[in-house]
Nanobody, 128 residues
């Protein structure tokens, strides 16, 4: 059984930065595609970023258009932890951020139903 625990959320000023963490237990995160999603009040959960690994520890990442160039997804094998670096956030980035793991791996899925495991979420609030 894979368990995901997010941390690092909080209040941040517009234009600032913060780093979200997703600690993975039960399996190495490299066995999955690891994604970040977010859900704002009254809105549906939306894709933010996804990362997957191939042989030789080469990784591939995809991003939602709204965050590309500002957010960066990465992983630390030694800590079995996936990160989302949030740079230059704006109030529209305010949401609960969720980490998720998908068995689809190299497909790097962007739809929530394609993910098998979810964390409990961490709140990110961006003030203007």
């Amino acid at each position: 059984q894979v368990q995901l625990v997010e941390s690092g959320g909080g209040l941040v000023q517009s234009g600032g930065s913060l780093r979200l963490s997703c600690a993975v237990s039960g399996r190495p995160f490299g066995d999955y595609a690891m994604g970040w999603f977010r859900q704002a009040p009254g809105k549906e959960r939306e894709f933010v970023a996804v990362i997957s690994w191939s042989e030789g520890n080469i990784y591939y990442a995809d991003y939602a258009a709204s965050v590309k160039g500002r957010f960066t997804i990465s992983g630390d094998n030694a800590k079995n932890t996936v990160y989302l670096q949030v740079n230059r956030p704006n109030p529209e980035d305010t949401a609960v951020y969720y980490c998720a793991a998908s068995k689809l791996g190299a497909k790097r899925p962007t739809l929530s139903y394609e993910y098998d495991y979810w964390g409990q979420g961490t709140q990110v609030t961006v003030s203007s």
